[in-house]
């Protein structure tokens, strides 16, 4: 008999189909309203594991409702929606696919760097408009090569991001709970400190409560005028009235932005605004990481089940 899994969010095709071929899958992506309700009261007390994303919320509410759940596969890195002391209370695990998504997150965040600093939306725009031919050449941008790029979070993705800053030129620091070994790079305990010395702030921190408003307007001040701001990080870690605010008051040159607080309808202001470069966070969005991505959900879910130790724990 197949065990049964309960699929709160998809995973790619291939994946999928690989997952129906090997459990018995209970769509509770697919159930709405009243639907929903009855799929949890005939799956709750059967189902052990679970297949979700970042996006999906799992609270007490929705873990009453899971008595027999004891892994939740998440095939994302970021995992803020979900209330890892409750699950951890309940001796249920959580996975995620943070190893597999550092490249393509950090080439996104050299990409919104260079994108804001160089003005690349308007240089196109340019282009297309025909000001190139009517009005001669567009204004002067801001070199990134000689410059200090902080990055708030030296983790996988945000060492990923060090070595790309490197390579074209920056001088690196960075700021977190504590110093890491294995490098040279400046580091500064507070980012206030790591906004000061930088030219250009990049954010890879996680999300969740730890560092809500961790980029305050105090930092975004310290950054100056001729400073730019990347996020790839999670909106909640940033103030994001006061990023705008500093954008509009250009007390920051430009920003780089693939995440916000209200997903998928960001604040209006943002769209209004001509210095800062805009993503709808997509930064692991390529064939490639979400293929790897779902595999490696589909891997922990069939170490879960062999009874082998899971391949990326959270806690």
Same mark, same amino acid.
């Given at each position: 008999?197949?065990? #049964?899994?309960?699929?709160?969010?998809?995973?790619r095709p291939r994946?999928?189909?690989?997952?129906?071929?090997?459990?018995?899958?209970h769509?509770?992506?697919?159930?709405?309203?009243?639907?929903?309700?009855?799929?949890l009261?005939?799956?709750?007390?059967i189902?052990?594991?679970? &297949?979700?994303?970042?996006?999906?919320?799992?609270?007490?509410?929705?873990?009453?409702q899971?008595?027999?759940?004891?892994l939740?596969?998440?095939s994302?890195a970021g995992?803020?929606?979900?209330? &890892?002391?409750?699950?951890?209370?309940? @001796?249920i695990?959580?996975?995620n696919?943070?190893? &597999?998504?550092?490249?393509?997150?950090?080439?996104?965040a050299?990409?919104?760097?260079?994108a804001a600093?160089?003005?690349l939306?308007e240089g196109d725009?340019y282009?297309?408009?025909?000001?190139?031919?009517q009005k001669?050449m567009?204004?002067?941008?801001?070199?990134?090569?000689?410059?200090?790029?902080?990055?708030v @979070?030296?983790?996988?993705?945000?060492m990923?991001?060090?070595?790309?800053c490197?390579a074209?030129?920056?001088t690196?620091?960075?700021? @977190?709970?504590?110093k890491?070994?294995?490098?040279?790079?400046?580091? !500064?305990?507070?980012?206030?400190?790591?906004a000061?010395?930088?030219?250009?702030?990049?954010?890879a921190?996680p999300g969740?409560?730890?560092?809500?408003?961790?980029i305050?307007?105090?930092?975004?001040?310290a950054l100056?005028?001729?400073?730019s701001?990347?996020?790839?990080a999670?909106?909640t870690?940033?103030?994001?009235?006061?990023?705008?605010?500093a954008l509009q008051?250009?007390?920051?040159?430009s920003?780089?932005?693939?995440?916000?607080?209200n997903e998928?309808?960001?604040?209006r202001h !943002?769209a209004?605004?001509d210095n &800062?470069?805009?993503?709808?966070?997509?930064?692991?969005g390529?064939?490639e990481?979400? #293929?790897r991505?779902?595999?490696?959900?589909?891997d922990?879910?069939?170490?879960?089940f062999a009874?082998?130790?899971?391949?990326?724990p959270v806690n």
């Amino acid at each position: 008999m197949k065990p #049964d899994v309960i699929v709160a969010y998809p995973l790619r095709p291939r994946q999928m189909a690989m997952l129906a071929e090997t459990y018995t899958l209970h769509r509770l992506d697919l159930a709405e309203g009243g639907e929903r309700d009855a799929l949890l009261q005939k799956a709750g007390p059967i189902c052990t594991a679970l &297949v979700c994303n970042g996006h999906v919320t799992i609270d007490e509410a929705l873990l009453s409702q899971l008595p027999a759940l004891k892994l939740a596969a998440c095939s994302s890195a970021g995992y803020d929606q979900m209330d &890892v002391e409750a699950m951890t209370r309940r @001796g249920i695990k959580l996975t995620n696919t943070s190893e &597999v998504l550092c490249d393509d997150v950090a080439d996104m965040a050299l990409l919104l760097m260079l994108a804001a600093r160089r003005r690349l939306p308007e240089g196109d725009r340019y282009v297309r408009s025909g000001d190139w031919g009517q009005k001669g050449m567009m204004p002067l941008t801001t070199s990134t090569s000689g410059k200090r790029a902080g990055i708030v @979070g030296l983790g996988r993705i945000g060492m990923a991001i060090a070595r790309r800053c490197e390579a074209v030129g920056l001088t690196v620091g960075y700021c @977190g709970r504590t110093k890491k070994a294995g490098n040279d790079f400046a580091y !500064f305990d507070e980012p206030v400190k790591l906004a000061d010395w930088a030219d250009i702030l990049i954010v890879a921190t996680p999300g969740g409560a730890s560092t809500e408003g961790l980029i305050s307007a105090a930092v975004l001040n310290a950054l100056g005028p001729a400073g730019s701001f990347i996020n790839i990080a999670r909106g909640t870690v940033v103030d994001e009235p006061a990023l705008i605010r500093a954008l509009q008051e250009r007390r920051i040159a430009s920003a780089g932005i693939d995440v916000y607080l209200n997903e998928p309808n960001p604040d209006r202001h !943002f769209a209004a605004l001509d210095n &800062v470069v805009l993503y709808p966070h997509h930064a692991s969005g390529t064939e490639e990481t979400r #293929d790897r991505m779902a595999q490696l959900t589909l891997d922990n879910l069939a170490a879960f089940f062999a009874g082998r130790p899971l391949l990326t724990p959270v806690n």
